[in-house]
């Protein structure tokens, strides 16, 4: 009898990181540094939106925070699977506010994107 591997919360992992709903999620969480790396998107920031606060980049300040809130969420998570959907909906909200400051239009597209995955997946 071969046994499947599970986590301490009694998932098959290989379940959870095979399923399209996975899957999909990743690849829609790829969006937002593919575009800034690849295709160059550059800020657009104006007056009181400024891409500095304080002397800090403001990309770094989103990306430190959905660290941290996912790091508090783990921590509290019930299971792998809540905390994976954590995971997602923390990074995509982060990465709307982020398409949000490079242009508003990104954003946008980006938010209509997810419902629609979102739509799909349920």
């Given at each position: 009898?071969?046994?499947?591997?599970?986590?301490?919360?009694?998932?098959?992992?290989?379940?959870?990181?095979?399923?399209?709903?996975?899957?999909?999620?990743?690849?829609?969480?790829?969006?937002?540094?593919?575009?800034?790396?690849?295709?160059?998107?550059?800020?657009?920031?104006?007056?009181?939106?400024?891409?500095?606060?304080?002397?800090?980049?403001?990309?770094?300040?989103?990306?430190?925070?959905?660290?941290?809130?996912?790091?508090?969420?783990?921590?509290?998570?019930?299971?792998?699977?809540?905390?994976?959907?954590?995971l997602?909906?923390?990074?995509?909200?982060?990465?709307?506010?982020?398409f949000?400051f490079?242009?508003?239009?990104?954003?946008?597209?980006?938010?209509?994107?997810?419902?629609?995955?979102?739509?799909?997946?349920?």
């Open positions: 009898m071969v046994k499947k591997s599970t986590s301490e919360f009694g998932v098959s992992l290989s379940y959870i990181f095979t399923s399209s709903y996975f899957v999909i999620n990743c690849l829609s969480l790829l969006v937002y540094p593919v575009s800034r790396l690849v295709f160059g998107l550059k800020s657009e920031a104006k007056s009181i939106n400024e891409d500095e606060i304080l002397g800090q980049r403001r990309e770094p300040q989103i990306l430190g925070l959905i660290g941290m809130s996912l790091v508090f969420k783990l921590i509290k998570a019930a299971s792998w699977e809540e905390f994976i959907a954590m997602f909906m923390f990074s995509k909200l982060g990465f709307i506010v982020l949000a490079i242009d508003l239009r990104y954003c946008v597209f980006y938010t209509i994107f997810c419902m629609i995955l979102w739509l799909l997946l349920q």
